[in-house]
């Protein structure tokens, strides 16, 4: 290859990264990170643990708290591995939610989207590469094929509780109001009007978030609150061998599940984004809108707009604090 061909692959791939590729590329290995800490999470409590001999008891409260914290801290470092490119949405559900209320362009919606299930499918595929053994000790320990096991297909994705039979009202509300939590409470967490973290302590928050809904809302339906974390590691799990457990998400309680975990959150992340702007973003704006006048402390009203605008400095500029910072258009941090 001449030095010439050289340069400009070099170039291409430079321009690729300086562009909206770069933002896609972040996306996928935030993606990716998180389904590796988080399904590997899983797969530790489930097969890992009893399987090596290091646990003798049945899965019970404290193989769920590795659950938890490891997919919360799965969110914490992929925030911090991909959030200064990308924002590290990491989630359809927090890039609809952007495009919806926060000005994320359009046009990246659904390449953002390809990216993530894709990094999460990749993710996947390492996570059952390790765990192979551990996954074959556990089927052989149980008795059961592969197919349609839904215990070690639960490494991978999600399924509703038995207690609410076949129906799909209760998931598909549980997905939307565990997803609505989290976009609110991330859309909190980035705004600078408000009480944002500081010291780049952001991740560490919404990681916080995602243990939250693990241990008040999980066992309902396993808390994906993700369409991307749901639906590319099922692909992974039907490709490998789980057949109709996967997809389209058939077992003795549910069946034709699949869509629900990436429904359900589209919705929710919607939901969440209006509900903090409506009670939170839109009460900061209009305080911000009053020329003039110092903003109010937190638990006071701003004084009256007639007397308030007539307070200026003695140069004839509004007093210090009249402004404040928006909200970013990226998030910064994700589920």
């Known amino acids: 290859m001449s030095a010439t061909d050289t340069r400009t692959r070099t170039n291409g791939l430079a321009r690729l990264r300086q562009t909206t590729g770069g933002e896609l590329m972040a996306e996928f290995l935030g993606t990716a990170i998180l389904i590796l800490l988080g399904c590997g999470s899983v797969a530790v409590a489930l ?4 399987g090596s001999g290091r646990q003798t008891a049945d899965f019970g ?13 799965a969110v914490v470092f992929a925030v911090y591995a991909a959030g200064g490119v990308s924002g590290a949405h990491i989630n359809p559900a927090v890039t609809l939610a952007m495009a919806v209320r926060r000005g994320f362009p359009w046009v990246k919606v659904v390449p953002y989207w390809i990216a993530q299930v894709v990094g999460a499918f990749a993710g996947a595929a390492v996570v059952y590469a390790v765990y192979y053994d551990a996954i074959n000790a556990f089927l052989t320990e149980a008795g059961t094929p592969k197919s349609g096991d839904v215990p070690t297909f639960s490494i991978f994705a999600t399924f509703p509780a038995e207690y609410f039979g076949s129906g799909i009202w209760g998931p598909l509300v549980d997905q939307i109001v565990g997803t609505a939590i989290l976009v609110m409470l991330v859309a909190a967490l980035i705004d600078s009007r408000n009480q944002a973290p500081q010291s780049n302590f952001g991740p560490w928050a ?18 994906a609150i993700n369409p991307a974390r749901d639906f590319g590691p099922r692909m992974l799990a039907y490709i490998a061998g789980w057949g109709e457990a996967a997809l389209p998400g058939n077992g003795e309680w549910f069946s034709n599940y699949w869509w629900i975990p990436i429904a359900g959150p589209l919705v929710g992340g919607v939901v969440g984004i209006l509900i903090y702007d409506f009670f939170i973003g839109q009460v900061l704006t209009a305080r911000e809108t009053l020329t003039g006048v110092t903003p109010p402390p937190p638990g006071r009203v701003p004084e009256d707009t007639d007397e308030a605008m007539t307070r200026t400095s003695s140069e004839g500029r509004p007093t210090e604090g009249t402004t404040s910072e928006t909200m970013p258009p990226r998030t910064g941090a994700s589920e």
């Open 47 to 50: 097969a890992g643990l009893p």
């Open 206 to 223: 919404v990681g916080f978030v995602v243990v939250a809904i693990g241990l008040s809302f999980g066992t309902n339906a396993g808390y």
């Open 61 to 73: 409260p404290a193989n769920w708290l590795i659950i938890a914290f490891g997919w919360g801290l």
